[in-house]
Every structure is written in structure tokens, then in C-alpha cells.
């Protein structure tokens, strides 16, 4: 999607709703909204920046149970209720007493994101960025993927009757591949990691015509999705924002972007405001940003993955820097923990509150776990954590560690045998 061809098209009237312009987060010059991802003075990230009116709690309230509750702030048209999508969002904020009790901390809500669409927080990024490939009338939605975009890309685009091309590391699990799979005919296994994919998706962006790349050529519009998630931690909350949030860190936008969700919150006066430290997950497989956080650098030292958090495994995280920014100002980590670690948090998380985290998600808890006991995470404050991803896409993550206790004859002595009556 060349910027002379959306550009000799011209976009309609409130296309981006709210939002102004493209911001550089290097140098702060501004230009105008289009498929535009890097500072064409400094080649820094550019941002969404907006003209926000006045929004109150109220007009949110009444708006539909999904992501578009919020479209006041997000670069969406007004009418985007009007164009099919998957419409997530909304997610429950769950009360995880049992889960607090075994950390031993006063309060800890888990802000449970696997429930959405196609079960993970991308459904959200994939929204805006679909809204934005529309406006700016792309002929395919596509993207690089570490699996769970992928999925979300596919079933958007089915939905929306536009078709996709999503590119995945050929050594992904099978669940994700056939999540994306039965919704496109283009799946796209690449040999090589999630970098290797990426650099691809971004010759292919430069190269073809009207290819909208959620996470590339249309990243800054993609990115403002996962302030949805800030902003509905704090309206479940009863419109205040939490002590403490720990979130996984792939590309690291996600975590940045919940920040400046609170940050617009406060500036909109829709909450008080207040001091919250912002806590970042990774694997020690993939763990370049928390190496710079220990070593107190600004620059990251990509990495080559390997772990089973297959999600986060991003070696060069774009919005790394970023990341480092935010939980230091904030007061916050970020930390590592290894494969068994995130295992044993996916099998805590399950039978402490029922729920069925992947890998990103056991990442995300572990590393809850390690601040708890080393007395980074303060126990007495009210913690949030997000899990991002659903289990059932990373079974085998822990189908070594579970299973069968018992295999037995259909008959009650065989039961007794098997010492189970007492169970
Ligand atoms: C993509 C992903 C993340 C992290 O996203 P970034 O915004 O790239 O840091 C976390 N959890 C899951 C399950 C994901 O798929
Ligand atoms: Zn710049």
C-alpha cells in the first residue's frame, strides 16, 4: 500500500475518528494519518495522536459490550459498529481470590483475555487494524505472526469478506496453525523464526500494492488496540486504575500501549489520578528486554528464541525500548522465568481458578510469582495480571506434565484396585 495510491484516493471524512495525525515517539514531528510506520525524519515509530472531545464515563457505559464502547478513543470512523468484525472485547476482570491466597498477596484480579473471538488479546489489535486496511482501501490483510495474530487475522478478514495472507515460523504449534488454517486458504509457513518472518512481511509490504500488514505498514493503528485493554481494567475496576499490572512483552506494544491508555484516562478525567507500576513478562528463552532492564541499559541485544512461549518469542522487539521506558518511570520490572516455571503457572492458574492459560499467559503468572517472592511485587497493593492466550493452543506445553492418574477396567474393583474410592 504505497502512500501515492491511498493519497491520490483520498480518505473520507473522519476515517481515523478522533485521531489527528502520526506522531514520531523519537522526534515528536507529526504527519498526516495513512499506511505510514516510520518517521520519514528520524525512521522512528510514529504513534496516533488525537483531538479528543469530551468523553464521559456515561456515553462509554452506553456503548455496545465490545472494544467499540471505546471508539471515542481509538482511530476509528463513528460508524465502525456498522462494518462486520469480531467485535471483541469485554472480557471479565475475575476476582482470583483463591490464586492470591496461594501467592499470599492481598488482592489480584485476572483480566481474562482468552475468551475473546479467536481466544487471545490480538483479536483486539486486529480490530483497528482492520478498520484502518478498510479505510484506507487495502486489497489484502495480512501480517507476520508468532501464531495468535495469525488466528486473528484470518477470522477478521473471513468475517469482513477481505482476503488474508498471514505468515507464520514453520515450527509452530499445530493448534495455532489449524486456528488460522480454517479460516484462509493462505497460510504461509516460513522457515525461519518470527524475525526472519517479519523482515519478510516487511520486503512484501514494500514490494506489492495494497497489502495492509496489521503489525507493519498499518502498526500505529493496529497498536491502539490494546489500549482497550487498559481501559476496560479501569471502568471494571469502577473507573480507577489498579496499584500494580504485570503484562507478557513480545513486540512489547501491548504493555506500552496499556500505559497510555491509563495515561489518556487520567488526561480525560475519567479517572483519578494516581501512581501504578507496570511490570513486564518475558522467557528466559526469549528475554532480551529484561536482560536490559537487570543490566540498567537502554539499548536491547536481540536475541535467537527458544522457548515454549512461542507467543512472546520476539528476539528484536520493536517497541522493546519502549517497554524499558515505561516500567522504570513507573517504578516497575521487568523479569524472566523459565520453561518449567511457566509450565508449573499454567497448571497453578488452572486449578486454583479454572482457567486455561497458554504459554504467554503461564509467563505472565511465573513471573508474578518470582517478584511475590523476591519483594519486587508489593503483596499489600491490588495487582492486575493479563492473560493474553488460551491453553487449548499450547497443549502440549503441558500435556507431559498432566494426564491420567489411573487407567482402569470399566468395573467398580478394578476403581477400588486402582485405590481411588477414597479420592
Ligand atoms: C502477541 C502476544 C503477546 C504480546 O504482544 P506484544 O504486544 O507484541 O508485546 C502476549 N500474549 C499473547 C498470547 C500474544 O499472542
Ligand atoms: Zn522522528
Redesign the pocket.
Known amino acids: 500500500m504505497s502512500a501515492a495510491t491511498t493519497e491520490t484516493k483520498g480518505l473520507r471524512e473522519g476515517a481515523f475518528g478522533n485521531a489527528s495525525a502520526l506522531s514520531c515517539r523519537e522526534c515528536g514531528n507529526q504527519i498526516d494519518l495513512g499506511p505510514h510506520y516510520a518517521c520519514p525524519e528520524c525512521f522512528g515509530p510514529l504513534e496516533v495522536a488525537y483531538d479528543f472531545p469530551a468523553v464521559t464515563r456515561e456515553e462509554i457505559e452506553a456503548g455496545p459490550r465490545n472494544i467499540w464502547r471505546y471508539k471515542a478513543l481509538l482511530p476509528v470512523p463513528d460508524d465502525i459498529e456498522q462494518s462486520p468484525n469480531t467485535e471483541p472485547g469485554f472480557t471479565r476482570l475475575l476476582d482470583a481470590k483463591n490464586l492470591a491466597k496461594e501467592l499470599g498477596i492481598e488482592k489480584i484480579w485476572v483480566k481474562d483475555?482468552s475468551t475473546n473471538p479467536t481466544n487471545?488479546?490480538?483479536d483486539r489489535?486486529v480490530a483497528c487494524a482492520l478498520s484502518a486496511a478498510r479505510e484506507l482501501d487495502a486489497k489484502v490483510f495480512a501480517c507476520p505472526?508468532?501464531?495468535?495474530?495469525a488466528n486473528a487475522v484470518a477470522a477478521a478478514g473471513a468475517r469482513a469478506g477481505i482476503p488474508t495472507a498471514v505468515f507464520i515460523p514453520s515450527n509452530l504449534e499445530q493448534p495455532k496453525q489449524v486456528n488460522s488454517a480454517v479460516f484462509t486458504d493462505n497460510l504461509i509457513a516460513v522457515d525461519g523464526n518470527y524475525d526472519d518472518v517479519n523482515k519478510l512481511a516487511q520486503e512484501i509490504a514494500a514490494e506489492e500494492d495494497g497489502w495492509a500488514f496489521v503489525?507493519v505498514n498499518v502498526r500505529p493503528f493496529y497498536?491502539e488496540g490494546?489500549k482497550t485493554l487498559g481501559f476496560e481494567i479501569a471502568e471494571q475496576l469502577g473507573w480507577r486504575l489498579p496499584d500494580q499490572i504485570v503484562?507478557?512483552?513480545?513486540?512489547?506494544?501491548?504493555?506500552?500501549?496499556v500505559d497510555k491508555a491509563f495515561k489518556e484516562l487520567i488526561k480525560l478525567g475519567l479517572v483519578e489520578e494516581k501512581p501504578y507500576r507496570i511490570f513486564g513478562a518475558q522467557a528466559t528463552g526469549c528475554n532480551p528486554v529484561a536482560t536490559a532492564f537487570k543490566a540498567g541499559v537502554d539499548a536491547i541485544r536481540p536475541v535467537k528464541p527458544d522457548t515454549i512461549a512461542k507467543?512472546?518469542a520476539?528476539g528484536n522487539?520493536?517497541?522493546g525500548i519502549y517497554?524499558l521506558d515505561a516500567t522504570r518511570s513507573s517504578g516497575g520490572a521487568v523479569e524472566e522465568v523459565t520453561d518449567d516455571e511457566i509450565r508449573a503457572a499454567i497448571v497453578l492458574l488452572a486449578r486454583t481458578e479454572g482457567i486455561f492459560t497458554?504459554?504467554?499467559?503461564g509467563?505472565?503468572l511465573a513471573v508474578t510469582k518470582k517478584l511475590v517472592e523476591t519483594g519486587v511485587l508489593d503483596p499489600s497493593l491490588e495487582t492486575v495480571i493479563?492473560n493474553?492466550?488460551?491453553g487449548l493452543k499450547t497443549l502440549d506445553a503441558v500435556s507431559g506434565i498432566v494426564g491420567p492418574r489411573a487407567t482402569i477396567a470399566p468395573n467398580y474393583d478394578s476403581f477400588e484396585e486402582a485405590g481411588l474410592s477414597q479420592a
Do not use: R
Not at 505472526?145 to 495474530?149: D, I, Q, R, Y
Not at 497458554?358 to 499467559?361: D, L, V
Open positions: 483475555d487471545s488479546f490480538k489489535v505472526s508468532t501464531g495468535n495474530l503489525n497498536a490494546s503484562i507478557p512483552v513480545a513486540s512489547g506494544s501491548q504493555l506500552t500501549k507467543s512472546l520476539i522487539p520493536a517497541d517497554v497458554e504459554t504467554a499467559g509467563t505472565t493479563i493474553t492466550g488460551h
